[in-house]
């Protein structure tokens, strides 16, 4: 989570989100990060007084962004971890490209699923054009998509499922998948439904399509992955690859 250029971050808690701007309270919980941290090591990091810590963290525990904790042998020592996810971030709009989306929108009124294509990525960029960052949300909600769709699928090994993956893919005009390397797992996607008008915007863009290979990995083989997108029409390519990292 890097807040260095950002005004504000979005945060998931059980209650629901909560956005925080305190540049105090950003720099805390990136500070902690996945640790545990001491009241002095966040002291020590953020070159504030003790009461002005003070009150960040209590402010902090009271929206549940994070947990105190007491040590069991000294209960003058706290340490103090995350109780949240982040979720997005505003950033500089890319007005451009949303412009060139909005104005396709009246050519290709006349082709439903042109049009429909055309009118979710006028929201998904939408979104950025007006300083929210969706790829954390995109990525966690194709997960969802992968875990339900897992039930049209039956393969119980990988060397079954990529190939059924690839006829899905194909039938329902998502792209052309194709298994590009083994060591690590690469696919490599061509005629990406997502992606493929989009022009280099210096960027990966397929996050949704990232958390739809972990949610199926996951629901139909029970293995836990962790996919990334390394090449894509957004980044200058022809094509979308995606590597896949088996962990253990």
């Not at 049009?115 to 969706?134: D, M, Q, S, W």
């Not at 298994?179 to 005629?191: A, F, K």
């Amino acid at each position: 989570m890097n807040s260095n250029h950002n005004r504000t971050i979005i945060f998931s808690t059980k209650e629901g989100m909560v956005a925080v701007d305190s540049p105090v309270k950003l720099k805390i919980l990136r500070f902690i990060g996945s640790e545990s941290r001491s009241f002095e090591e966040i002291v020590s990091d953020c070159l504030k007084a003790k009461s002005t810590i003070s009150v960040h963290l209590k402010d902090l525990i009271e929206q549940n962004l994070i947990q105190e904790h007491r040590d069991d042998n000294d209960k003058r020592k706290k340490t103090f971890s995350l109780n949240t996810r982040f979720i997005a971030y505003s950033q500089a709009p890319i007005q451009n490209n949303y412009d060139r989306i909005l104005k396709k929108l009246i050519t290709s009124v006349d082709n439903e699923l042109e049009f429909f294509k055309v009118l979710c990525h006028t929201i998904r960029y939408g979104l950025e054009a007006y300083g929210v960052n969706p790829r954390p949300v995109m990525k966690m909600i194709g997960n969802d998509i992968g875990e339900h769709l897992s039930n049209l699928f039956v393969s119980g090994s990988l060397d079954d499922l990529l190939p059924e993956m690839a006829d899905f893919w194909k039938s329902h005009a998502l792209g052309i998948v194709e298994v590009s390397g083994h060591d690590p797992l690469t696919i490599t996607v061509h005629e990406c439904y997502d992606c493929s008008d989009m022009p280099d915007v210096g960027r990966t863009l397929c996050a949704l399509d990232e958390g739809l290979l972990e949610g199926l990995f996951a629901a139909c083989l029970n293995m836990t992955t962790r996919v990334q997108e390394i090449e894509c029409f957004g980044t200058g390519y022809d094509h979308c690859t995606f590597m896949i990292e088996i962990i253990e």
